[in-house]
């Protein structure tokens, strides 16, 4: 963060000092939400969630070094007391970004494959220059301030997730840190019950390419037809990206080895590189693509950008890890989400990593899918039932749609129970995939399974 004295805090927050606070004190970073982060010269930021309160913990935040709370009441430390915390936390960061003119912020967004394609994309920003980019998903209107406020003098890029809870969001999200190059991945069925419809949500994400300046850059997904269509919600110039012959930039000559890893060539205006990407499943090719065609805009040659994209490791944690025991059994940990779309992309994978081998698969009912809930979970039912598994297990409650599509399915009410069955089951050489919406706490069955601990 660049270095900030309270007084000004407070000017950019309209926010006032109580608790003795020293408008000469500087902030210096980092700005931080959890009180046992605190370090000298932080800024801890006291939201009130549902589970705790962080005024509570104040004192103890400036007892580890911090300069001052932001809170929206009096507390027993130096503080900048304002109205909305949150309001206040994007203000402060939405002033920083524009102090610093010369960073690049690039916004990435998608129903599916956002954090994977924003790993990829810093990793390629790197090569470049100094780059700030979330950890794991900071997506939503508290880590997207947070990351941003990451940044300093000496910050030449950003590399921002931006997530839709609903239309506006994204909007909203894009005035903190106004991007300069903005990507869209896919419209698919995720949070389909809080929108209502896959135009409402591709309403939405296209707000990303409407906050494009017209010097700026969309990156659009070619083969998804509504996001092709967001072409005309910009003035911005626009790069295809996928595997259509249209797209600027491309694949081609694609294969997956045995373990799901995709190979191909990629192909740019100004010429070729072979790419051989270390991330399972035959998706991870958009999510490389996109990368890929935001690297080019940014000016990466395409033999770094190929480089840089066959070196990389999954970055963040339950997105089609691959573990294997010593057994040889393979675990395909791919816990932090679901929707129908990642259910048809990670049993597919199961299918090419497990061919020739039994192959088990722990899942859970998918959520916020509105009125179509029934019928989107009975369809991954039949999906699961028909993909060749020596057993289904079903965890949890509202189950009855997926087993319904898959009446041979084995279903327990949590995931101690899943655990117990699949390890009663597991034999050497077999293959399991875990999957499921992030609330079920699946990732669990897959850390069991290890004989590990999901933190």
């Not at 999954?314 to 057994?327: H, K, Q």
């Not at 497990?354 to 509105?370: M, N, P, S, T």
Request: glycine letters at 10%; a negative charge; hydrophobic letters at 50%.
């Amino acid at each position: 963060m660049i270095p900030l004295p309270l007084a000004r805090v407070a000017e950019i927050t309209s926010g006032a000092l109580t608790g003795m606070a020293d408008p000469r004190a500087v902030v210096r970073g980092p700005v931080v939400i959890d009180s046992r982060a605190a370090e000298p010269g932080s800024l801890f930021v006291a939201i009130k969630g549902g589970r705790a309160d962080g005024h509570d913990f104040a004192e103890q935040a400036c007892a580890a070094g911090a300069t001052a709370v932001l809170a929206s009441r009096p507390v027993e430390a130096p503080a900048v007391i304002v109205g909305d915390v949150l309001a206040a936390l994007a203000d402060l960061a939405t002033a920083v970004v524009s102090e610093l003119p010369a960073v690049t912020v690039v916004g990435v967004t998608g129903s599916a494959g956002k954090t994977t394609t924003k790993d990829l994309l810093a990793r390629l920003a790197a090569r470049i220059g100094p780059t700030v980019a979330p950890v794991g998903s900071y997506n939503n209107e508290i880590g997207h301030p947070l990351t941003v406020l990451k940044a300093d003098e000496a910050t030449r890029f950003m590399v921002l997730e931006l997530s839709a809870r609903n239309v506006g969001h994204i909007a909203y999200l894009a005035r903190i840190a106004p991007p300069r190059i903005g990507v869209v991945l896919n419209v698919g069925t995720a949070h389909l019950g809080v929108f209502g419809g896959k135009e409402a949500i591709a309403q939405a994400k296209g707000e990303l390419v409407e906050a494009l300046p017209d010097d700026g850059v969309a990156v659009l997904n070619i083969d998804d037809p509504l996001v092709r269509a967001m072409a005309g919600r910009t003035g911005a110039r626009v790069t295809y990206f996928g595997r259509s012959p249209e797209a600027h930039v491309r694949a081609t000559g694609e294969t997956l080895d045995e373990r799901g890893r995709a190979s191909f060539t990629l192909r740019t205006p100004s010429g070729a590189a072979p790419v051989r990407l270390r991330l399972h499943g035959a998706h991870a090719v958009e999510n490389a693509l996109a990368a890929a065609a935001a690297a080019y805009e940014l000016g990466l040659p395409v033999a770094t950008i190929a480089q840089e994209l066959s070196e990389a490791e999954p970055r963040s944690r339950w997105r089609m890890e691959v573990t294997d025991r010593a057994d040889g059994v393979t675990v395909i940990n791919d816990a932090y989400n679901a929707n129908p779309d990642s259910m048809r992309a990670a049993l597919a994978s199961l299918a090419r990593i497990g061919e020739g081998r039994r192959r088990f698969a722990v899942i859970a009912a998918l959520r916020e899918l509105g009125d179509r809930s029934a019928e989107l979970n009975e369809g991954v039912g039949r999906l699961a039932a028909g993909a060749g598994l020596e057993t289904l297990i079903v965890v949890g409650e509202d189950a009855g749609p997926i087993l319904a599509g898959a009446p041979g399915a084995l279903h327990v009410p949590d995931v101690a129970a899943a655990t117990a069955e699949l390890s009663a089951r597991l034999a050497p050489g077999d293959v399991v995939l875990v999957k499921g919406p992030r609330a079920a706490g699946l990732e669990r069955v897959a850390e069991a399974i290890l004989g590990g601990d999901a933190r």
